[in-house]
């Protein structure tokens, strides 16, 4: 009589204790980040429905708010590389020098579009006079570059990168942590672009978080499957 024990060998067991242990924390991982960006899209939701509050340090990301202050039209910068609607083109950064405050503060204007060649820069003339905005707080990260010189040396001056880390060594002053996205409303507004909170919905996340659960049931599977394979015997 046949009988089988279970007896996969040492080398499958160690393969099988890494990839099931890494595949398992792995979908634990992914659940953990749909979750946390449900949490980043709940609390945009609730702040682009929020009416502005006056812009002070204890503003925060995503925060509608409102200020006042001037323009430096000398002092700005386009943000390379950025799509529209399928055009190539450029997001405009102006600093506004808020009243009785060192700080700048940059605002996202909005996108314009490229000319035909690279050198032309467009017209993004502003003038220096006192303005009233408001519009959403946002701390954009480094994000992914096409070149190792981020940003060039004359005004207006061009970059590769939204990353404040990096714009904020374009200036003498010192920078607000935050980006001001202008509303649509604002007078002297270009394209306005919609904000979005993260670039990946949570629901792509627990499908990845389903992939890993999946191959970690897979592999428990072939596990016993080789175990009772592997050795059998007369009885």
């Known amino acids: 009589m046949k009988q ?3 007896n996969p060998g040492i080398k499958v067991t160690i393969f099988f204790i890494f990839f099931s242990i890494l595949f398992f924390f792995l979908g634990l991982w992914q659940i953990e980040r749909g979750q946390n960006k449900q949490e980043v899209i709940d609390l945009f939701d609730s702040s682009i429905k929020a009416k502005p509050s006056i812009f002070n340090k204890d503003s925060y990301k995503w925060q509608r708010v409102y200020t006042n202050g001037s323009f430096d039209e000398s002092q700005q910068i386009l943000i390379d590389n950025v799509i529209y609607r399928g055009r190539v083109g450029f997001k405009v950064f102006t600093p506004l020098r808020i009243q009785n405050d060192a700080r700048l503060l940059l605002v996202d204007r909005g996108w314009i579009a490229k000319g035909s060649l690279r050198e032309d820069i467009p017209d993004i003339s502003i003038g220096n006079s006192f303005n009233e905005l408001s519009g959403l707080l946002v701390q954009p990260e480094l994000g992914f570059v096409l070149s ?6 004359l005004w207006p001056k061009i970059s590769q990168t939204q990353s404040l880390d990096y714009l904020s060594k374009a200036y003498n002053n010192e920078l607000y942590p935050f980006i001001l996205v202008a509303e649509p409303t604002y ?3 270009l394209t306005y672009m919609e904000v979005i909170p993260t670039n990946m919905l ?3 996340h627990y499908g990845y978080a389903l992939q890993w659960f999946t191959m970690f049931l ?3 599977g072939m596990y016993i499957y080789f175990g009772l394979k592997n050795k059998t015997y007369e009885k």
């Open 148 to 153: 190792d010189d981020l940003i060039s040396e």
């Open 218 to 220: 897979v592999l428990c």
């Open 202 to 204: 949570p629901v792509k």
């Open 187 to 189: 007078k002297d507004s």
């Open 4 to 6: 089988k024990s279970f």
